[in-house]
């Protein structure tokens, strides 16, 4: 009698469809991603699980339908630009000021606040947010895969080192 040989467990790449999502989370503050670069997923996994607890957030790719259905004010420009977080107050927090919102509200994230608010630094975190944002596709290719392993091609759009 012989054994079946051993495989490797990989766990499914995780997207933004195995995240908390707003429809069935509709007390949470929704963090909405670039849902099609490898980086950004990678960023949002991290964000779900620094969550812990009572779990503050759901997520959105900003390539869904919806976020132009429940954030008509956000455009696709905007949001190809920075990340945002949606609190339950409607507020939006873009880029490096989500960072700092999330760094008030998971706990997890609690030792990184003092640095994030040293008074007169919001606008060093906002340029170095625009510098990672904006190179997030060369980012994603160089540390995450090649621009070839986006399922969408959206990494060569706009590939440009």
């Keep these: 009698m012989t054994t079946p040989p051993v495989t490797e467990h990989v766990p ?3 997207d933004a469809t195995s995240l908390p999502d707003p429809s ?13 670069c490898n980086a950004c997923q990678l960023a949002a996994r991290r964000m779900h699980q620094l969550d ?3 779990g503050r957030l759901a997520f959105l790719s900003l390539h869904d339908e919806r976020v132009a259905q429940l954030y008509p004010d956000l455009n696709y420009d905007d949001l190809m630009a920075q990340m945002y977080v949606v609190d339950t107050d409607r507020n939006r927090h873009g880029g490096a000021d989500a960072v700092r919102y999330l760094s008030r509200r998971l706990p997890l994230l609690w030792p990184t606040a003092p640095l994030l608010h040293v008074p007169g630094t ?7 947010y625009r510098v990672v944002a904006k190179n997030r596709y060369w980012i994603s290719t160089k540390f995450f895969g090649t621009k070839d392993a986006c ?11």
């Design 12 to 14: 499914p790449k995780a």
């Design 151 to 161: 399922e969408s091609g959206t990494c060569s759009i706009r590939y440009d080192k």
């Design 122 to 128: 919001a606008s060093l975190w906002r340029w170095m």
């Design 24 to 36: 069935s989370h509709p007390d949470r503050d929704v963090l909405i991603f670039d849902g099609k």
């Design 52 to 54: 812990i607890g009572e």
